[in-house]
């Protein structure tokens, strides 16, 4: 089992930068993906940026050069850095690990909201 939890969101004015944080603990020394994902009222559920064991990145088009994802191993922690926030990046923030193999897990998210 992968236990994630997520923090680091909140409100925050169009322009503004959050720093969302990805505590993992359990069996991660399996896990091959760590993605964020987000899901807004009323849309599916979509993959905002991945980074494999390898450090390979991946990033929806929507926030590319605005949002960078990262790993401490030492820490056992995923981090997504978001900067110049837009209104249409409000949603649930959830933190996913892909287990080779095909299990998947998920954090309880965390909260974006872009206003002013």
């Known amino acids: 089992q992968v236990q994630l939890v997520e923090s680091g969101g909140g409100l925050v004015q169009p322009g503004g930068s959050l720093r969302l944080s990805c505590a993992a603990s359990?069996?991660?020394?399996?896990?091959?993906?760590w993605g964020w994902y987000r899901q807004a009222p009323g849309k599916q559920r979509e993959l905002v940026a991945a980074?494999?064991?390898?450090?390979?990145?991946n990033y929806a088009d929507s926030v590319k050069g605005r949002f960078t994802i990262s790993r401490d191993n030492a820490k056992n922690t995923v981090y997504l850095q978001m900067n110049n926030l837009k209104p249409e990046d409000t949603a649930v923030y959830y933190c996913?690990?892909?287990?080779?193999?095909?299990?998947?897990?998920w954090g309880q998210g965390t909260q974006v909201i872009v206003s002013s």
């Open positions: 359990g069996s991660i020394f399996s896990i091959n993906t």
């Open positions: 996913n690990a892909d287990r080779v193999g095909g299990m998947r897990y």
């Open positions: 980074i494999t064991s390898g450090r390979s990145t």
